[in-house]
């Protein structure tokens, strides 16, 4: 007989380790989920385009107001 069977811990870490990994699951699904929701990564991807735009029309604004200081 194993001595494992008899301590009384071991019900609490086998409890730790099937939660722990239901959990760990669950949000790896969640993760599938997010990453292939193509609505999602549109939103994503236009939100990054218009803050590109935005950035290189501050950086031209500044490029002309600084120009003139040169």
């Given at each position: ?44 991807l236009e939100a990054r ?21 040169l």
């Amino acid at each position: 007989m194993n001595s494992a069977l008899l301590s009384p811990r071991t019900g609490f870490l086998a409890d730790w380790a099937v939660r722990s990994g239901l959990g760990l699951a669950s949000w790896g699904l969640q993760r599938a989920a997010r990453r292939n929701d193509r609505d999602r990564l549109l939103r994503r991807l236009e939100a990054r385009a218009a803050a590109e735009a935005a950035l290189a029309e501050r950086d031209a604004a500044h490029r002309a107001s600084t120009y003139g200081l040169l």
